[in-house]
Nanobody, 121 residues
Framework: QVQLVESGGGLVQPGGSLRLSCFASGFSWDYYYIGWFRQAPGKEREGVSCISGSEDMTYYTGFAKGRFTISRDRAKNMVYLQMNDVRPEDTAVYHC??????????????WGQGTQVTVSS
């Protein structure tokens, strides 16, 4: 049974940093990609970053490039999203998601309940 549990959200000032964590279990890391997407009130869901299954290749949406870093620790079943230089427009609920596939895709079959990130002074 796939389980994804996010943590690490909170209130952060513009320009600050935050690290989100996702505990992921119940699937084979080599055959699933895993990543982060976000959803803000009144806005469509948008992908943030993804890491592929077997080769650990990383992908970032435009707004995340240069500011966010995805990583994982296979031994701990953890995936992280380091967010630097955050902006008010980064305010959203961030979800960790996964789906079967060797390379990152645009859709997720499983996701957690999310963690709220609020960027405000």
């Amino acid at each position: 049974q796939v389980q994804l549990v996010e943590s690490g959200g909170g209130l952060v000032q513009p320009g600050g940093s935050l690290r989100l964590s996702c505990f992921a279990s119940g699937f084979s890391w080599d055959y699933y990609y895993i990543g982060w997407f976000r959803q803000a009130p009144g806005k469509e869901r948008e992908g943030v970053s993804c890491i592929s299954g077997s080769e650990d290749m990383t992908y970032y949406t435009g707004f995340a490039k240069g500011r966010f870093t995805i990583s994982r620790d296979r031994a701990k079943n953890m995936v992280y999203l380091q967010m630097n230089d955050v902006r008010p427009e980064d305010t959203a609920v961030y979800h960790c998601g996964t789906a079967r596939g060797s390379s990152c895709g645009y859709e997720y079959d499983y996701w957690g309940q999310g963690t709220q990130v609020t960027v405000s002074s």
